[in-house]
């Protein structure tokens, strides 16, 4: 009798164990829920040849930033680490190669030859609120309908507006979500690609209003004030119509510069979509172009096909300016410059 209440004893112990590794394991998985760490990015590689033009040390590529190098060339590995808790969280973006250095072009902490600099976004941010969110530290710019990822546009080459708008800012934000359809995001930042610490003491400001996915964003600081729109409509279920249009006015007089941008995207199968970006830019006082040409047209035909995780992007591209800005095969002045991209995208 004394055993079977032993036995019986010892059972009872062990589903109360059991009951207790139970709830603590619940209770860890519930956790793990409410926070978790994520571990994702990118790698890219192209190639690009210019078709009316020379491919030599004297190659001339599109006024804009990234895909800019003649032959088999770099892109950048983008590594993003982040916490996602329930109030509070943080996310670690950084670069390395040529992309990237071109997205942190004035860090001052330089080594021979090129930038030191790997942050691409480095940011702590805390949800007061189910309404209210405050970021603070360096984070991807608000304006502009393309990013520095090549993940994020659809088209591989970046545009005139996205080369000559910020890329980054380093400061304090706070996100309101205002309804189901508005949102509002006010910002204080260093001035404008100071990412990495206030060289002059003064300070820009930004705002951006969105309703619907459509946005109206506003920067001002001591060297101007820039606005821009950012939206875009789903004409069909298969066709999309993005849309970008900005404005800068520089106090000096340094840079002024004007643009509009359509980006129209037609889904042909489930992994492949065909797309254009017809963009008009115009510059007041540099030249959209090394120093020459105010005014240029550049149209971008795009396909971009899906195989898992990796995608290919072949892309044609034609930029027109109104003047010789470029130079053909014999190295004579000429307008306009046709370059052909094929690159390679894998995302994880």
Do not use: C
């Not at 530290?137 to 309908?145: D, E, I, S």
């Amino acid at each position: 009798m004394k055993t079977i209440t032993v036995t019986n004893y010892i059972k009872k112990l062990f589903l109360l164990v059991f009951l207790g590794f139970s709830a603590i394991a619940i209770a860890q998985e519930e956790t793990e829920e409410k926070k978790k760490f994520s571990f994702t990015g990118s790698v890219d590689a192209y190639y690009r040849t210019n078709i009316n033009a020379p491919n030599d040390e004297a190659a001339i590529a599109p006024g804009t930033s990234f895909a800019n190098l003649n032959g088999f060339a770099l892109g950048f590995a983008n590594l993003i680490g982040a916490y996602e808790g329930e109030k509070v969280g943080f996310v670690a973006d950084l670069v390395f190669g040529p992309r990237g250095e071109d997205a942190t072009f004035l860090s001052p902490f330089l080594r021979p030859g090129g930038n030191s600099s790997i942050v691409n976004q480095l940011y702590v941010y805390w949800n007061v609120s189910e309404s209210v969110k405050l970021t603070f530290g360096n984070f991807n710019t608000f304006l502009g309908y393309e990013v520095i990822s090549p993940v994020g546009n659809f088209n591989y080459s970046t545009s005139y507006l996205f080369s000559f708008g910020p890329f980054s800012h380093t400061g304090l934000k706070a996100d309101f979500t205002l309804s189901e359809d508005w949102s509002l995001m006010l910002a204080v930042m260093n001035p404008t690609d100071a990412t990495e610490f206030n060289p002059t003491g003064e300070y820009a400001v930004g705002a951006q209003v969105g309703f619907y996915d459509q946005f109206v964003n506003f920067l001002y600081s001591s060297g101007g004030f820039e606005l821009d729109y950012t939206g875009g409509f789903n004409v069909t279920e298969d066709f999309f119509l993005g849309i970008n249009a900005a404005f800068f006015d520089n106090s000096d007089d340094d840079v002024d510069f004007a643009g509009v941008a359509l980006y129209p995207q037609l889904k042909t199968s489930e992994n492949f979509t065909i797309g254009l970006r017809g963009e008009y830019f115009t510059e007041t006082n540099l030249g959209a172009i090394g120093g020459a040409a105010e005014d240029v047209f550049a149209v971008t035909l795009t396909g971009s096909a899906t195989i898992g995780d990796l995608i290919i992007k072949p892309e044609l591209r034609l930029d027109s300016a109104d003047e010789d800005a470029f130079l053909d095969s014999d190295g004579e002045p000429i307008s306009s410059l046709s370059s052909f991209v094929l690159a390679a995208i894998y995302q994880f």
